[in-house]
C-alpha cells in the first residue's frame, strides 16, 4: 500500500496582475505545512509538481522546512489545473445577453465588498456546472475541453502510480481540480459532483489517496495542517 499526499497550493495573488504567483500568505500556508511534516518526520519519497508558479513556489516553500534531505521534484505538465476561470470570463457576456439571472448577478459582481465577490461565486459555480454538463457553447475558443482535462489527470495519475509502485510516501503539489478529480476517481463521483469537490478544496490543503494492485481509496479528503489559524485558512 503508498500514500498519494495531493496538495493543492498556496494561496495565489487574485485580483493582481500575476494570479500564477503565492500571496505572502500563501507562501507562510505552505511553510506551516512544511513545520508539521518536519515535526513529524515526514519526508516524501517522490515529489511530482505540476507546471504552475504557484505550484514550484508552494514545493519550495515546502522543502525550505525540511530537516531530511528532500527528493528532486519532478515537473509534469498533467497535474497542471483545468481552463475554469477563463471559461466563466469568456461566458458571462454571452451568457449575459440572453439569461437574467447571470446578467443580474454580472452586474453586482462588477461592484466591491462581500455581495461582489459572492455574487461572482454564484457565477463561477453556475457556468461551471453547465461546463462539465457540455451545455456551454465553446466551439473554437480554445479551451481545453472538461472531457479531456479529467483524462489527462487521470493519466497523470495512472502513470504516477505505475513509476511509483508500493510501500511509497509520494507527495503531489498541484490546484483544486487535479486533486477533485483524483478523489473523485476514488469515490466514483460524475463531472458535476468532481467539480462540486474541487469548489471545496482549500489552500494548502492536503487529500489522501492510497493505492495498491490497481485499486486507489480516499483516506482523507482536504485536511489543513494542525494548529491553522483562521488567517491561513483560504479558497483562492
Known sequence: ????????????????????????????????????????????????VGPCKRHRQTAEALESEATRAWPEPVFLDGWD??????????????????????????????????????????LYRHITRLWVLGELQLDGAGFEPWPEFRRRVHLALEELIEAEGRGRKVAVITSSGPVAVAASRALGLDDAATMALSWQVQNIA????????????????NALPRMVGDELRTLV
Not at 5 to 24: F, K, N, P, T
Not at 92 to 103: F, G, K, M
Not at 206 to 221: C, H, M, N, P, R
Open 1 to 48: 500500500m503508498s500514500r498519494l499526499l495531493l496538495i493543492r497550493h498556496g494561496q495565489a495573488s487574485a485580483g493582481s496582475d500575476d494570479y500564477d504567483q503565492l500571496s505572502e500568505r500563501g507562501y507562510r500556508q505552505a511553510r506551516h505545512l512544511g513545520e508539521q511534516w518536519a515535526a513529524e518526520g515526514l519526508v516524501p519519497d517522490s515529489v511530482y
Open 81 to 122: 489545473e483545468h481552463d475554469a476561470f477563463a471559461v466563466v470570463m469568456y461566458s458571462i457576456p454571452r451568457l449575459a445577453e440572453t439569461d437574467e439571472w447571470v446578467a443580474e448577478r454580472a452586474e453586482r459582481s462588477r461592484g466591491e465588498g462581500r455581495d461582489a465577490r459572492r455574487a461572482y461565486f454564484d
Open 206 to 221: 492536503v487529500t489522501e489517496v492510497l493505492y495498491a494492485d490497481g485499486s486507489i481509496a480516499l483516506k482523507s479528503f
